[in-house]
Antibody, heavy 120, light 112 residues
Framework: QVQLQESGPGLVKPSETLSLTCTVSGGSISNYYWSWIRQPPEKGLEWIGYIHYSGNTNSNPSLKSRVTIAVDTSKNQFSLKLSSVTAADTAVYYC??????????????WGQGNTVTVSS | DVVMTQSPLSLPVTLGQPASISCRSS???????????LNWFQQRPGQSPRRLFYKVSNRDSGVPDRFSGSGSGTDFTLKISRVEAEDVGVYYC?????????FGQGTKVEIK
């Protein structure tokens, strides 16, 4: 059974870069799309962006200029970098997998989430 | 961006009674390939979201058949025929037709 685990700092200073890694276990990162989604405290879900194992990416236009998503197939990991963070970026960050070779159907496997607080 | 509007935002339900959640989109969710990319997720307290349905009414593995999804175009519904205690949580609709994919605000289901 595929499992996803986010890892990274829980606290980031304003204007710095948030960096998270998602490690895929129990299966291969190949042949799937992978996404990052976030959830601010007491709020709903926001799609950050996705990456194909081949390296093709797409990001939410609202965050695009600040987002970098990358994949490392040798480590079975993919990552998120979000630059110039502010308090508005405080959220639980989830990594997730897309099944059926498309991102349009949402995600069938989710990580547990990594809480990131932006504060000095 | 396509705006997904759910109602109600809070839904107190008596155990064993039915529940219904509406999700409306600001644009038609019919894609050029003929599919309608409207999906439903459940987020139980303290847990990550879990997909319940994809393409309106395709039930994910392990989802009880008391849950059903329906709708077309811009108007969609998630129904629970008889609410059980484990159904407590927040339910989100999500569209995958128009990039960026967007979620509804969420509907909180609680037991009366």
């Amino acid at each position: 059974q595929v499992q996803l685990q986010e890892s990274g700092p829980g606290l980031v200073k304003p204007s710095e870069t948030l960096s998270l890694t998602c490690t895929v276990s129990g299966g291969s990162i190949s042949n799937y799309y992978w996404s990052w989604i976030r959830q601010p405290p007491e709020k709903g879900l926001e799609w950050i962006g996705y990456i194909h194992y081949s390296g093709n990416t797409n990001s939410n236009p609202s965050l695009k200029s600040r987002v970098t998503i990358a994949v490392d197939t040798s480590k079975n990991q993919f990552s998120l970098k979000l630059s110039s963070v502010t308090a508005a970026d405080t959220a639980v960050y989830y990594c997730a997998r897309h099944d059926m070779a498309t991102t349009r159907l949402g995600m069938d496997v989710w990580g547990q989430g990594n809480t990131v607080t932006v504060s000095s | 961006d396509v705006v997904m509007t759910q109602s109600p935002l809070s839904l107190p339900v008596t155990l064993g009674q039915p529940a219904s959640i509406s999700c409306r989109s600001s644009q038609s969710l019919v894609y050029g390939d003929g599919n309608t990319y409207l999906n439903w997720f459940q987020q139980r307290p303290g847990q990550s979201p879990r997909r319940l349905f994809y393409k309106v009414s395709n039930r994910d593995s392990g989802v009880p058949d008391r849950f059903s999804g329906s709708g077309s175009g811009t108007d969609f519904t998630l129904k629970i025929s008889r609410v059980e205690a484990e159904d407590v949580g927040v339910y989100y609709c999500m569209q995958g037709t128009h990039w960026p994919w967007t979620f509804g605000q969420g509907t909180k289901v609680e037991i009366k």
